[in-house]
């Protein structure tokens, strides 16, 4: 049924039906969502409570597979279920209706961008409520309660609002199903009376979770396959560069073994770092265009064919719209489709089954990488500080590379920390995420409590600006209450660097705070913690032993203060071709 549909339906009577409580393994409502949850790989669930969802809390915390995280605030529940989504697969959160739904709307905007499945649930109105004109507190003063929906409907592939139970079991399938399938987040809509009252539909053991998988028109895989193989093999030095979307396609190790057999060089997009193997041999770096990698662009923009699988191409990653690519010899996989040059065109091929079969086709060619060995010159003199010598950003990631390893992940905030990560080798099975079609700042500190909580084994750290930090600060308290080590670097350079570089002004720059006493003041004493301020290498080299010799069990905040123009050379170019972009006049009428 249409999620609109629910809005005006006549509400069942539920008053003479006693609710069950929240332990009982009676088939509720409240306990068919959180099987679901489980069954789809959904450990934690991240939470602020508000009267209209207490009730599903006491059943999403009676299931003992569950975990329940209760959250600062709805933003940063949202951002942590995106984090603990790149991590497991699928996230969740709950919040209440519309003054906690609005709130979560931008981080589970931002999961949508980045084809996340994100199921958020909210606790909504009384059942018998809907259709009597009455007006509720946590809305907008209207006796229309649709306001939130309409705002996630268009965030999200699968609305339902549950205020019956003839159909709740059908409605919150479809919206969990629907979020797999496509990637994106779900919404799902809970009336406050409705968790604890058990139904027919909810009796038994649901039947496991299934999903059908998807398989490609065979016809139109084997013909994509022999036109792109025919346009590969007579090219001279053709390469392989990784987009974001290799992980909605599952299309990572296929990749990979496409690479191995053909031999070409692998490059990433900005965007898509962390999705491609570094370690490979054949890896040259990002490709960014004018700020790629060292040889990286050259490589690329000089190859007379390109397989781009999964690629954004919006402003930010496209430099202001700079590359120098050109569409005739560009092979785009979709991951759901094929486009060879200016045409032909496949649908319903799915990139993983496509790269499989194209690397039986494929003939090796080495020219590319071959022409990257002979240019490439390693970096020159190790960067070195004199002694107390105020701290520069490219040596505290020399010293960052050090750290990485196949039990670290690296978690990247919007601004400079985007250039300086990049410039990262990930060793094998070191995990890496970043937000940059969305860019939402602040979501890192969110993302790494979630991502941390699904990989507990992995010692996240986090690179984050002043100016991202002061909108998300609240949950360095969850990281600390859940037990996580995460090594939290606070780069401090007194503002918004990254719209410096766009377009400066007043508004770019913030207030100063002491920002290791206000991390000391929210540890407060209970849990581990450990806080430094860092002017110099030698403070630095002496934080790193610490956070990852005495204090490896603790969480870590280690303020890095450096001057406020320090930025990398990568972001000055690229700022300047955005503003270029940005700026551009109206075309004339």
Known sequence: MEAGNQIGATA?????????????????LGRHLARRLVQIGVRDVFSVPGDFNLTLLDHLIAEPELN???CCNELNAGYAA????????????????????????????????????????????????YGTNRILHHTIGLPDFSQELRCFQTVTCAQVVVNNLEDAHELIDTAISTALKECKPAYISISCNLS????????????????????????????????????????????????????VAKAQQAFVDLADACGYPIAVMPSGKGLVPEHHPHFIGTYWGAVSTSFCGEIVESADAYVFVGPIFNDYSSVGYSLLIKKEKAIMVEPNGVTIGNGPCFGWVFAADFLSALAKKLKRNVTAVENYQRIFVPHGIPLKCEKDEPLRVNVLFKHIQEMLGGETAVIAET??????????????????????????????????????????????????????????????????????????????????????????????????????????????????????????????TDAIATATGPHKDSLCFIEILVHKDDTSKELLEWGSRVSSANSRPPNPQ
């Open 12 to 28: 069942h009577p539920t008053t003479v039906v006693q609710p069950v409580p929240a332990g009982s393994f009676s088939g509720t």
């Open 68 to 70: 329940l995280i209760g």
């Open 82 to 129: 995106d984090g603990y989504a790149r991590a497991r697969g699928v996230g969740a959160c709950v919040v209440t209706f519309t003054v906690g739904g609005l709130s979560v709307l931008n981080a589970i905007a931002g999961a949508f961008s980045e084809n996340l499945p994100v199921i958020c649930i909210v606790g909504g109105p009384n059942s018998n409520d």
């Open 196 to 247: 604890g009252i058990p139904h027919p539909t909810f009796r038994r053991e649901p039947v496991p979770f299934f999903l059908a998988p998807k398989v490609s028109n065979q016809l139109g895989l084997e013909a994509a396959v022999e036109a792109a193989a025919e346009f590969l093999n007579k090219s001279v030095k053709p390469v392989l560069v990784g987009g974001p979307k290799l992980r």
């Open 415 to 540: 601004g400079d920390s985007w250039f300086n990560c990049q410039k990262l080798r990930l060793p094998k099975d070191c995990g890496y995420e970043f937000q940059m079609q969305y860019g939402s700042i602040g979501w890192s500190v969110g993302a790494t409590l979630g991502y941390a909580q699904a990989v507990p084994d992995k010692r996240v750290i986090a690179f984050i600006g002043d100016g991202s930090f002061q909108v998300t600060a609240q949950d360095i308290s969850t990281m600390i209450k859940s037990g996580q080590r995460n090594i939290i670097f606070l780069i401090n350079n007194g503002g918004y660097t990254i719209e410096v570089e766009i377009h400066d002004g007043p508004y770019n720059v913030i207030k100063n705070w002491d920002y290791t006493g206000l991390v000391d003041a929210i540890h407060n004493g209970e849990g581990k913690c450990w806080t430094t301020k860092v002017h110099t290498e030698d403070e630095l």
